[in-house]
């Protein structure tokens, strides 16, 4: 078939003719801040109002762009004058009056503090001696990128409800990139339900969907020493339920705080009501430079009494951990409750893979049941359950005690009924790995515990489906560890092992260490069903 040109003109000049309304129509609204002022005095009723009308002042103020940002439907941008590039704007307010005008509420914005498109920051907001401060988002298709956020307390930029009402119900497609968080008060960004609302059993602040979320760039600065999250992930806390988040990606940060990432289906209680049935899925943490954290990486799928939550399809991968006291901490369960158990918690598909993790007392936990240090209180962490565990190609060295520790789970030190229980990890692989430390004392390679107690019972939890081979072991006392169950009140325990070969030992104070009961344990079990399996052809 063949048509003429002038056909083909007149298509082209009726196609530009009915585009160019649409594009018009999808040019975003712009507002451009161009004073420090933190005063309100203009028509914020939308942005094409407040530029006609700034207000006596004549400029135009962050707080007066966010409120007409806020009234605009449709696409819109609130962009920084080039004249306060390097400036300082005070943020926040020590009024709780103030505290809703510090939110996002209209979908499709982005707020851009690079004013000369270097792609580096330009504009500080600054939170020094502030009590209100959190930028709130409740909206859809959000991007917030190159400002740089200094002395926020608690968290700089926060996904929680500012009303009763708190809509809208679902969150989709939100970018933080590029931004710089410095703070000795707290944290970065936290998305989760939580926050001036995270009271008790409240369902106006459960099922809620969040998705597609970046957070991408960034760099956070914060206290080691006291707590305070970097970038945080939770679905559910503190007694809202069935909230499901997907598609989380954090990536490329560079943190220095004490608890740099933070990522849970299910986290903190309110008793009497818990956080039940929330999901995490699909969380991407990849390329991120972590510094001196307490905790790198935190992430479980419940805590505290929680149940019947599923964190599942999660990648960690190419990070560098460096100088942690623990590196990363992964589980399906931990912290007993005071009075409720957590249980029927569920973690899945998790692939922990080409990290580095340098100088460390610890370099990964990872459990299925309660985890050490988890001592709370004398309830149980009972049938949980971890599968699909992948542990590849990651580079551990310099670890004061141990490079990786694998536990059923542990009971709590505290007295009374709690207990670790009838939790099972199962299938777990550790390929490709290097182990390798030159600490004194007795630094272990990989430590694979079925049931530990720490006073309290640890009993028929389960490690099974167990392959480790292809790593490199090298300076460790012992190199691989292999107990069934540990200390009095461990009992019941199994770790059941595939494959343990091929390995590279070298320079070890020893290689290999089994104990089906050790410390005082009894009626353990550890099954090594093929020495051989796996290995290579
Ligand atoms: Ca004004
Ligand atoms: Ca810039």
Same mark, same amino acid.
């Given at each position: 078939?063949?048509?003429?040109?002038?056909?083909?003109?007149?298509?082209?000049?009726?196609?530009?003719?009915?585009?160019?309304?649409?594009?018009?129509?999808?040019?975003?609204?712009?507002?451009?801040?161009?004073?420090?002022?933190?005063?309100?005095?203009?028509?914020?009723?939308?942005?094409?109002?407040?530029?006609?009308?700034?207000?006596?002042?004549?400029?135009?103020?962050?707080?007066?762009?966010?409120?007409?940002?806020?009234? /605009?439907?449709?696409?819109?941008?609130?962009?920084?004058?080039?004249?306060?590039?390097?400036?300082?704007?005070?943020?926040?307010?020590? @009024?709780?009056? @103030?505290?809703?005008?510090?939110?996002?509420?209209?979908?499709?914005?982005?707020? @851009?503090?690079?004013?000369?498109?270097?792609?580096?920051?330009?504009?500080?907001?600054?939170?020094?001696?502030?009590?209100?401060?959190?930028?709130?988002?409740?909206?859809?298709?959000?991007?917030?990128?190159?400002?740089?956020?200094?002395?926020?307390?608690?968290?700089?930029?926060?996904?929680?409800?500012?009303?009763?009402?708190?809509?809208?119900? /679902?969150?989709?497609?939100?970018?933080?990139?590029?931004?710089?968080?410095?703070?000795?008060?707290?944290?970065?960004?936290?998305?989760?339900?939580?926050?001036?609302?995270?009271?008790?059993?409240?369902?106006?602040?459960?099922?809620?969907?969040?998705?597609?979320?970046?957070?991408?760039?960034?760099?956070?600065?914060?206290?080691?020493?006291?707590?305070?999250?970097?970038?945080?992930?939770?679905?559910?806390?503190?007694?809202?339920?069935?909230?499901?988040?997907?598609?989380?990606?954090?990536?490329?940060?560079?943190?220095?705080?004490?608890?740099? &990432?933070?990522?849970?289906?299910?986290?903190?209680? #309110?008793?009497?009501?818990?956080?039940?049935?929330?999901?995490?899925?699909?969380?991407? &943490?990849?390329?991120?430079?972590?510094?001196?954290?307490?905790?790198?990486?935190? #992430? @479980?799928?419940?805590?505290?009494?929680?149940?019947?939550?599923?964190?599942?399809?999660?990648? &960690?991968?190419?990070?560098?951990?460096?100088?942690?006291?623990?590196?990363?901490?992964?589980?399906?369960?931990?912290?007993?409750?005071?009075?409720?158990?957590?249980?029927?918690?569920?973690?899945?598909?998790?692939?922990?893979?080409?990290?580095?993790?340098?100088?460390?007392?610890?370099?990964?936990?990872?459990?299925?049941?309660?985890?050490?240090?988890?001592?709370?209180?004398?309830?149980?962490?009972?049938?949980?359950?971890?599968?699909?565990?992948?542990?590849?190609?990651?580079?551990?060295?310099?670890?004061?005690?141990?490079?990786?520790?694998?536990?059923?789970?542990?009971?709590?030190?505290?007295?009374?009924?709690?207990?670790?229980?009838?939790?099972?990890?199962?299938?777990?692989?550790?390929?490709?790995?290097?182990?390798? /430390?030159?600490?004194?004392?007795?630094?272990?390679?990989?430590?694979?515990?079925?049931?530990?107690?720490?006073?309290?019972?640890?009993?028929?939890?389960?490690?099974?489906?167990?392959?480790?081979?292809?790593?490199?072991?090298?300076?460790?006392?012992?190199? #691989?560890?292999?107990?069934?169950?540990?200390?009095?009140?461990?009992?019941?325990?199994?770790?059941?092992?595939?494959?343990?070969?091929?390995?590279?030992?070298?320079?070890?104070?020893?290689?290999?260490?089994?104990?089906?009961?050790?410390?005082?344990?009894?009626?353990?079990?550890?099954?090594?069903?093929?020495?051989?399996?796996?290995?290579?052809?």
């Amino acid at each position: 078939m063949s048509r003429s040109k002038p056909f083909w003109r007149q298509r082209l000049f009726l196609a530009v003719l009915v585009l160019l309304p649409w594009t018009a129509a999808a040019q975003p609204a712009t507002v451009v801040v161009d004073s420090t002022s933190s005063a309100i005095d203009g028509n914020t009723a939308g942005i094409a109002s407040l530029a006609i009308s700034p207000g006596y002042d004549g400029v135009i103020s962050l707080m007066e762009a966010i409120a007409a940002a806020n009234n /605009t439907p449709g696409p819109k941008r609130i962009v920084f004058s080039p004249a306060l590039r390097g400036k300082t704007i005070p943020f926040g307010s020590n @009024d709780i009056a @103030d505290l809703l005008r510090f939110g996002l509420e209209s979908s499709d914005l982005t707020l @851009d503090g690079d004013v000369d498109g270097d792609g580096v920051a330009d504009v500080t907001l600054d939170a020094s001696g502030r009590t209100f401060a959190t930028l709130r988002v409740r909206a859809s298709n959000i991007t917030i990128q190159h400002l740089v956020f200094r002395e926020f307390g608690g968290q700089a930029i926060n996904f929680a409800c500012g009303d009763v009402a708190c809509v809208p119900r /679902t969150i989709a497609n939100v970018h933080i990139t590029g931004n710089v968080f410095d703070s000795q008060r707290g944290g970065a960004v936290e998305i989760g339900v939580l926050g001036i609302l995270g009271s008790a059993n409240n369902p106006l602040l459960s099922d809620f969907t969040f998705s597609d979320i970046v957070i991408d760039g960034n760099t956070v600065r914060g206290p080691l020493q006291t707590f305070a999250d970097g970038i945080g992930a939770r679905a559910c806390s503190d007694g809202v339920f069935r909230n499901r988040f997907s598609r989380v990606r954090i990536a490329n940060n560079h943190l220095s705080i004490h608890t740099a &990432i933070d990522a849970s289906a299910a986290d903190e209680a #309110l008793p009497p009501s818990y956080s039940d049935r929330c999901v995490l899925e699909d969380l991407v &943490i990849d390329g991120n430079v972590i510094e001196d954290a307490q905790t790198g990486i935190y #992430l @479980d799928s419940a805590n505290l009494g929680n149940q019947n939550n599923v964190a599942q399809r999660i990648t &960690i991968t190419n990070n560098r951990l460096l100088r942690p006291r623990t590196g990363m901490r992964i589980g399906a369960a931990n912290l007993p409750d005071p009075t409720r158990a957590t249980s029927f918690n569920v973690m899945s598909d998790l692939l922990v893979s080409g990290n580095e993790i340098a100088d460390a007392e610890r370099a990964v936990i990872i459990a299925a049941g309660n985890w050490p240090l988890g001592d709370v209180a004398p309830t149980a962490v009972d049938d949980n359950t971890l599968s699909g565990v992948r542990f590849i190609g990651n580079d551990i060295h310099g670890y004061r005690f141990t490079g990786l520790q694998v536990y059923g789970a542990v009971g709590a030190s505290s007295s009374g009924a709690h207990t670790s229980s009838r939790n099972r990890l199962d299938g777990l692989t550790i390929t490709g790995n290097r182990f390798e /430390t030159s600490a004194g004392g007795f630094p272990a390679g990989v430590e694979i515990v079925g049931g530990q107690s720490n006073g309290t019972a640890a009993a028929s939890n389960e490690i099974l489906r167990v392959t480790i081979a292809g790593n490199v072991f090298r300076g460790n006392s012992p190199a #691989l560890s292999v107990i069934g169950g540990r200390r009095p009140g461990a009992t019941g325990n199994r770790v059941s092992i595939e494959a343990m070969s091929p390995n590279t030992f070298e320079g070890n104070a020893q290689d290999l260490f089994v104990a089906v009961d050790t410390e005082g344990a009894v009626g353990n079990r550890i099954e090594i069903t093929s020495k051989r399996r796996g290995a290579a052809h």
